[in-house]
């Protein structure tokens, strides 16, 4: 068997164990794709948007959305041939999505030739940790292909470099303008650097048009469904609505001094140094010493070609981490270019360890080596894997089949399938298919469950923060005469916020307009009849 | 280097003296000449001309710094014409380098500072390309003197036009550089585009395109034989201009909403100077100086300042002309007569370049600017030729012509002293004044001529001295003449603040408008954060003033409006009246001509015929004549039968020059459509004592008559003085809508307003419709009505946010240009640099530097240094963090989250997060570089 087909068969293998990892274990966000309880908000807005599209809504103009068409559309093309499920969700966000960015995670892991085991260990934490999908992976792989543009002769390499910052943009805006900044600094080094500037201007040309390819095609697509200029628009909103003041879901940063303890106890020293908190300034650490170590290398004129490919991914990651500050709950999502630098240094620390004769030297590479694994295990410890809950796949096979409508092969528990059921229940008994609701609360995979359209845009209310959208929806409100505005007492209040403390006018109009009437842990609203 | 430190050596010293003179280089006493002003004493102001610098340059510059300093991009004016384009009119200088100055450091250091740097880069630069083109050192000197005493660029000095021209010596000279250094070339290419950026930046389109023409001219003449090169300079020109784009196409989208491109292309012949001013090139006071005792304007179209703009002393032009015969076959005298023939027939609109100023865009450049490159060219020449003059007129004028010479002056002498003492005895004083000043002047430029041909006939051109006697000579027949002509005043007279002004500040926010005189005009209204209707930035959006004239269609000598109409100023949210007169009477033009002025020294008898019942005052038009004058007029109102009815009298230090004045009489009851009669007495007058009315050629005075208005007219007076009189309007809104309105927040580009309306109603703002307005309804984008006046648009019924921001395409059009030249700049820049010598020999000099440390250094020696570093350098941010703890105020926002809630302002997070991390970095690394420095040491 030649080199080659080894090869092939080793990464078909790979990718067959990834799958399977990620259909039974998921990623550190669910239980599994086909077991737990299903997260109303995060699983929640792909089933509200799928099931508004499916009714003819668009997205932006009838449906608003943070993330870009690329990152949403497959979803409803999925659901347009197999229905709506919270499974297929599961299915395309939590394999499909995680399978392709561990994918474009391994490509740049073998362009920076890590060892096979590091590689391996890599593509586990990657997997695990929740929120790992191609929103990061996007960005990896736009690094990538615009590196190898640079490198590679070849303008193929240019043209699906155009391609990957593109799509970037049409997956997610913030990651689209994370990596086109970076790339950008890389293409205006190479402009300065390169001996033959023809050349690269000749790869920027091709890889301008075909970045002007993809978003003209998006413009006819989006023009003739008529969404365009609302897709700008709220683009551009959510740039500055989620930079500034104006953001719906954010708190303070975890302040160091105050977090420390008050005791000289060892225990609680560690814990202090290992807390959750505390991660988020050791990886702004990690981040300085990286910056650091390339500042060394570029001084002492020991930089390798792929330095510039990994000092790139860093800046990815810093950028990225940018997110934390005034988003720290989103640390996970931030990881995957941490761990790929992780697997980058650990490559050099143990060829040192194991090449070198020097006391000293071991000590401190095994010292380093040390800190980078336990970093990674307490990330493991955090978003481990329901390894003992996997115990209870073979029941799945018969519970799933009474879960509510709309769930799909997906086994819940019982409290969250009755809920469901209750809320599925009472919508059928006194709605028309035509009617709309809205839920009050952050809870839009009841849209799905209910296969009701919302009178509003917003699905999730919490982001309708602001003034102007608070009257937006209030407006709707009105204007819809909605018959029933559903509110789960117990649904969970993003940072302590409610909904109601959010939305007051919406509030006042619901209080001075509808009747209430309770239902489980629900108030139904009921608009008063004049 | 060593032009850098020249440079800088210069800005330096520039910069000290700068910091320790007193008072303001700013001349507010112009501000007299409006009665509110001096209500109290009225004093002459020292120069009539000084008016642009005090009326629209420092309250641009002064509004400019109160929004930066703010933080704000001041891309709107919302204190003149209800909120007019900022940023996009060049005159406001918000990207202006002397500018920068001024928003950076306190007035008074910048009004000095910024006017020594002009004069400064000026002369230097034109010292520099003499000296480059193949001057002498010391001649250069000379024509640097002469340029920078020049007419032009003294009597403009505080206007943007100096701020762009003072670049034509920089991009001559880099011009110059970057064909002899062709090894560095790059390097004056590139300075070539920042010069040319900072030109357009510096404030003044026309003189601009006069840079880029005569640039493009001189390096046609210049480098026609070498066509890369010349292609090379033009692309770098090029490159220039797209840089400022960012403020170009704004200025440009004005431009073409403006009025005033219009107005400029409709005229003939008003751009360009009268041929009789070329006696000004000799004798520049022969009609006058407005510094001095005497002026006058050459034509009724011009001032001193447009016909002096090509003086540069008869010595130096005589000489000029001298040497270019001489010297006619040398190239570059070739060149740079030609450019003086050139600029010279455009100023003056000649035949056969009269056919060149009507074409398209030159026709509304204002050529007869172009004097001022017929001035500096002609010191150019005197400096090229100067040798060669000197040795001819050592070779051609023997002692004999001397003598003669001065025996003519000195008869010239004799024969003004004797016209003096006998001839002038019986003309009136002032007359006798004017004809001693002209002959005076006439002396004077013909006895330091005569000394400019002696130093240069007897002083050893070749000693080192010799130069400081002939600056004195060029400085005899230029700075002396000009000394006063801008001059420093106190930091109290720096715009004071009147009573009427005190009383406007006091009220709520409003605009005003000012009826009949002067009060507190357009612009200078910013320095009070006042709102003014009016605007008068040289552009005015078009619409909005066709709108405002149809409204207002009576306007005096100052454009003011003479009578406003309470619909008329609804219309135009106008709140606030300040006028010379009580509106609330019913005025009557009894007498509307005022073609000529006459002396007011005997009496005047004016017919009128009663219109009304209540005879409540009159208003003239009046001349003080620039001076204080101590008489007084009685004013009475006599019936047919002569009796008089009532009287009242004015003090003639009252009276303004072009001024209305309002005359209050004693209420007397008059019968409607009978004769009656106005006698004006004035008492107390002699030859320099007496004021003068403007009226007709009969001598029968401008005249209006008020009478009692029994009607309510809708205005409450809130403040009068001896000057004005202020109103509130009643029922005049900025904001109208149909429904509840309340403004959630408000700046100039941004007005957030919530409403709620039962029914669809209209929102309208009073801020002109222009485009780069834009409605967002609920945060949606919403229609704009485009046809109206002002912002406006249709409310659906409900409560809504309703956003107004300005956001225009151009500016964001100019700031991609901008950006991507400005890289394709920088990448050039970089390329070269690796080429460069001084490069080469750091990048080798670092090879050889890191082939030793490596060997020196071990990995982990690095990372111990580095977390030693990491650590020293988090706790001394810890230190600093908590030492000097930095408060932030709450952002402005109507957001309900856990930051809102909590009243936690989220850019504090940004700051500690960006500050922390790069103080961390930068300590780390200079722990690091001492660590390797020390053990390279070892």
Request: aromatic share 16%; with cysteine.
């Amino acid at each position: 068997m030649d080199m080659e087909k080894a090869k092939k068969i080793i990464c078909i293998a790979e990718c067959f164990v990834i799958i399977l990892f990620l259909f039974t274990f998921g990623s550190g966000a669910v239980v599994s794709p086909i077991f737990g309880d299903i997260n109303m908000i995060d699983e929640g807005q792909f089933g509200a948007w799928v099931s508004h599209m499916l009714s003819g809504e668009h997205l932006y103009k009838d449906i608003y959305a943070a993330y870009g068409p690329f990152y949403i559309y497959p979803l409803y093309i999925f659901s347009k041939i197999f229905g709506p499920s919270v499974f297929l969700i599961r299915i395309v966000y939590i394999v499909l999505n995680t399978f392709l960015a561990v994918l474009i995670a391994r490509a740049v892991l073998q362009k920076l030739t890590i060892r096979y085991g590091l590689e391996l260990s890599t593509l586990f934490m990657l997997v695990i940790v929740p929120g790992f999908g191609m929103r990061q992976g996007i960005g990896l792989l736009s690094i990538l292909l615009s590196f190898q543009a640079m490198e590679e002769k070849s303008y193929r390499w240019s043209i699906a470099a155009g391609i990957s910052l593109a799509t970037a943009f049409l997956v997610s805006s913030e990651i689209g303008i994370f990596t086109t900044t970076i790339c950008g600094f890389f293409f205006f080094y190479k402009l300065v650097t390169a001996e033959k500037m023809n050349n690269v201007i000749k790869k920027l040309f091709f890889l301008l048009i075909s970045i002007a390819c993809i978003f003209l095609l998006v413009f006819v697509w989006a023009n003739s469904e008529g969404w365009f200029s609302d897709y700008i628009y709220s683009t551009l909103d959510d740039l500055i609505i989620y930079s500034g003041i104006n953001i719906p879901n954010g708190k303070d940063f975890p302040h160091a001094l105050q977090l420390m303890p008050s005791t000289w106890s060892i225990i609680e020293w560690i814990k202090y140094i290992v807390s959750k908190e505390m991660l988020l300034y050791w990886l702004f650490f990690f981040y300085l010493t990286t910056f650091l170590y390339f500042f060394i290398r570029m001084i002492l004129k020991i930089s390798k070609k792929k330095d510039i490919l990994i000092f790139l991914i860093a800046l990815y990651g810093f950028f990225l981490s940018i997110i934390l500050i005034g988003r720290n709950g989103h640390f996970p999502f931030t990881l995957s270019p941490v761990f790929i630098l992780f697997a980058y240094f650990l490559e050099s620390l143990l060829q040192t360890f194991k090449v070198s004769k020097k006391k000293y030297e071991k000590l401190i590479s095994l010292t380093l080596i040390s800190i980078i694994c336990l970093f990674s295990f307490r990330i493991v410890l955090i978003y481990r894997p329901h390894f003992l809950k996997v115990l209870s796949i073979p029941h799945v096979f018969f519970e799933a089949k009474n879960s509510p409508k709309y769930v799909g092969f997906v086994a819940i528990s019982p409290v969250q399938a009755k809920t469901i059921r209750t809320i599925q229940n009472f919508v059928e008994k006194n709605t028309k298919d035509t009617d709309t609701i809205f839920f009050f609360n952050n809870e839009p995979m009841m849209y799905l469950f209910v296969r009701r359209t919302n009178p509003t845009r917003y699905d999730l209310p919490e982001v309708a923060n602001i003034k102007e959208k608070r009257l937006e929806v209030l407006n709707d409100l009105i204007k819809d005469q909605t018959k029933f505005i559903i509110d789960d007492t117990e649904a969970w209040s993003v940072d302590d916020i409610s909904n109601r403390q959010r939305l007051p006018e919406v509030t006042r109009y619901i209080e001075g307009n509808y009747e209430k009437k309770f239902l489980d842990n629900f108030i139904i609203y009921i608009r008063k009849e004049n | 280097m060593k032009l850098i430190k020249r440079i800088l050596l210069g800005f330096a010293a520039f910069f000290l003296v700068s910091l320790f003179l007193p008072n303001y280089f700013f001349s507010t006493d112009i501000l007299n000449t409006i009665p509110i002003f001096s209500v109290d004493t009225w004093n002459k102001p020292h120069n009539s001309l000084l008016a642009d610098p005090v009326f629209q340059f420092e309250p641009w510059r002064h509004y400019a710094k109160e929004r930066l300093s703010k933080l704000e991009l001041p891309f709107i004016n919302d204190r003149n014409g209800g909120g007019v384009p900022f940023f996009a009119n060049p005159q406001a200088g918000v990207l202006s380098p002397f500018n920068i100055i001024y928003f950076l450091f306190p007035r008074a250091f910048s009004l000095h500072f910024i006017h020594f740097l002009k004069l400064f880069i000026f002369g230097f630069f034109t010292f520099l390309y003499a000296k480059k083109i193949g001057v002498k050192k010391e001649y250069s000197f000379l024509v640097a003197l002469s340029a920078v005493s020049s007419g032009f660029f003294i009597t403009w000095l505080q206007w943007p036009h100096t701020s762009v021209f003072l670049f034509v010596p920089v991009v001559l000279y880099i011009t110059e550089r970057a064909f002899l250094e062709k090894n560095a070339q790059y390097r004056f290419l590139v300075l070539l585009s920042i010069s040319i950026t900072l030109a357009y930046f510096a404030g003044h389109p026309e003189t601009f395109f006069h840079l880029l023409m005569i640039h493009f001219f001189y390096t046609f003449l210049r480098f026609r034989e070498n066509r890369s090169f010349f292609f090379k300079i033009v692309f770098a020109s090029g490159i220039g201009i797209s840089v400022s784009a960012i403020q170009l196409f704004p200025f440009l989208e004005y431009l073409f909403h403006s009025s005033v491109l219009e107005n400029r292309l409709e005229r003939d012949n008003y751009f360009f100077l009268p041929l009789k001013s070329l006696v000004l090139y000799i004798f520049p006071f022969l009609f006058g100086a407005p510094h001095t005792s005497f002026y006058r304007p050459i034509a009724s179209f011009t001032n001193f300042q447009e016909v002096i703009s090509g003086y540069v002393g008869a010595g130096v032009l005589s000489f000029s002309l001298v040497g270019f015969i001489l010297k006619k076959t040398d190239k570059m005298v070739q060149i740079w007569i030609t450019v003086v023939a050139v600029s010279f027939l455009l100023a003056y609109n000649i035949w056969p370049f009269n056919y060149i100023n009507e074409l398209p865009v030159i026709s509304a450049s204002a050529n007869h600017r172009m004097s001022a490159f017929v001035s500096f060219g002609i010191c150019i020449l005197f400096g090229l030729t100067l040798d060669n003059v000197i040795s001819f007129l050592r070779k051609k004028i023997s002692s004999r012509s001397i003598t003669v010479i001065i025996i003519l002056v000195g008869i010239f002498f004799v024969v003004e002293q004797w016209i003096a003492s006998h001839v002038l005895q019986s003309f009136p004083a002032r007359t006798q004044e004017v004809i001693q000043y002209i002959a005076q002047h006439i002396l004077y430029i013909l006895i330091t001529s005569i000394l400019f041909l002696f130093l240069y006939l007897f002083i050893n051109n070749k000693k080192k001295y010799s130069f400081v006697f002939f600056a004195l000579s060029i400085f005899l027949q230029s700075t002396v003449l000009f000394v006063g002509y801008n001059t420093v005043f106190s930091k109290q007279s720096y715009y004071p603040v009147p009573r009427l002004i005190q009383k406007l500040q006091s009220l709520p926010k409003g605009r005003y408008i000012e009826i009949g005189n002067p009060s507190i005009p357009e612009n200078i209204n910013s320095i009070y954060g006042l709102h003014h209707i009016g605007n008068d930035d040289a552009l005015e959006i078009r619409r909005f003033k066709e709108a405002f004239d149809a409204e207002f269609p009576q306007k005096n000598e100052w454009k003011n409006p003479e009578h406003a109409s309470l619909p008329s100023l609804q219309k135009f949210g106008i709140q606030y009246v300040i006028s010379d007169y009580d509106i609330r009477f019913t005025r009557d033009v009894a007498q509307s001509k005022k073609s000529q002025r006459f002396p007011l020294t005997h009496d005047v008898s004016v017919p009128l015929v009663a219109k009304n019942m209540t005879f409540a005052g009159i208003r003239i038009l009046t001349a003080n004549h620039n001076r204080v004058n101590t008489c007084s007029i009685h004013f009475s109102l006599a019936d047919s039968m002569k009796k008089v009815l009532t009287t009242t009298k004015v003090q003639c230090s009252q009276v303004r020059d072009l001024m209305r004045h309002f005359v209050k009489f004693p209420e007397v009851k008059l019968k409607s459509g009978e004769k009656y009669q106005l006698i004006v007495e004035p008492k107390n007058i002699s030859d320099e004592n007496y004021i003068s009315l403007w009226g007709d050629s009969a001598g029968q005075p401008y005249l209006e008559v008020f009478y009692e208005n029994e009607k309510t007219l809708g205005y409450t007076l809130l403040y009068k003085d001896q000057a004005s009189y202020l109103f509130h309007v009643s029922s005049s809104q900025e904001i109208t809508f149909g429904g509840v309105h309340s403004i959630l927040s408000q700046k100039p580009e941004r007005i957030l307003l919530e409403t709620a309306s039962k029914q669809e109603s209209r929102l309208e703002i009073k801020i002109p419709n222009y485009p780069g307005w834009a409605v967002r309804l609920d945060g949606k984008p919403h229609p704009l009505n485009t046809n109206p006046l002002f912002l406006s648009s249709v409310i659906p019924e409900g409560q809504h946010v309703v956003e107004f921001s300005y956001k225009p395409f151009s500016l964001l059009l100019g700031a991609i240009i901008t950006f991507f030249t400005g890289i394709f700049g920088l990448i050039y820049i970089l390329r070269n640099l690796r080429n460069e010598v001084l490069i080469k020999k750091l990048h080798q000099n670092w090879i050889r530097w890191v082939q030793r440390t490596v060997k020196s250094t071990r990995w982990w020696h690095n990372v111990i240094v580095l977390i030693g570093g990491l650590i020293v350098g988090m706790l001394l941010f810890i230190a600093v963090a908590e030492i000097i703890p930095i408060r932030f105020m709450m952002p402005e926002t109507t957001a309900i989250n856990w930051y809102t809630v909590h009243k936690y302002p989220r850019q504090q997070e940004y700051f500690y997060f960006f500050f922390g991390f790069s103080f961390i970095l930068i300590i780390t690394i200079f722990i690091w570089s001492l660590w390797i420095w020390k053990k390279q040491k070892k």
